[in-house]
């Protein structure tokens, strides 16, 4: 087998293992329509691939996966805030990926979440209810637990703070 041959198995290996994270990530940056989570999921897909390479084992593949895939998830996110906002015409139903969705709950979570403007906040978010700890979240985000810690009490009072405006 050629080295470059072993490194395509090698990267197909590492998407299959981390395909259920890479979609958690997909939803929750997206506006959870399919086009969107499939495009971002294949630019994160792409940008693992370019990066592949460079890999030398030094860090955890889940900690190096997540980062470069929360990394382009907070571009996606910026880049689509710059875009003009066009109202969904067709509600189709797809993936059973998306079926938890269609739970009320969900989506007024969901709601909220997109209202964060500050990218760290969404992956640090995005991190808790993927129930990392704190010590993950802090290696992942290139920061500390107690800054982790602190910036999480925000974010929750911050959600706290929209859910009660929401409801008002």
């Known amino acids: ?15 299959r293992e981390c395909e259920g994270i890479l979609m958690k990530i997909s939803l929750f940056f997206t506006n959870r329509q399919h086009d ?5 999921y294949q630019e994160i897909a792409c940008t693992l691939w370019e990066a592949w390479p460079t890999f030398r084992g030094e860090s955890n593949l889940n900690t190096w996966v997540m980062r470069i895939a929360l990394n382009v998830a907070g571009q996606s996110v910026r880049k ?3 875009q003009p906002q066009f109202v969904e015409l067709d509600e189709s139903v797809y993936d059973t990926l998306v079926e938890e969705n269609t739970d009320l709950r969900y989506h007024r ?5 997109d209202r964060l ?3 760290d906040e969404r992956k640090i ?7 990392k700890r704190l010590r993950e979240i802090a290696q992942i985000m290139g ?24 409801d008002e």
């Open 1 to 15: 087998m050629k080295p470059h041959a072993c490194q395509d198995a090698d990267f197909l290996m590492m998407l």
């Open 36 to 40: 969107d989570f499939r495009d971002l």
């Open 80 to 82: 689509r805030k710059r």
């Open 109 to 113: 979570l969901y709601n909220l979440i």
């Open 117 to 119: 403007d500050d990218d």
């Open 125 to 131: 978010l995005f991190l808790y209810l993927d129930r």
């Open 143 to 166: 920061s500390t637990e107690n800054a982790v810690k602190q910036k999480l009490y925000r974010i929750k009072q911050k959600l706290n703070k929209l859910k009660t405006i929401d």
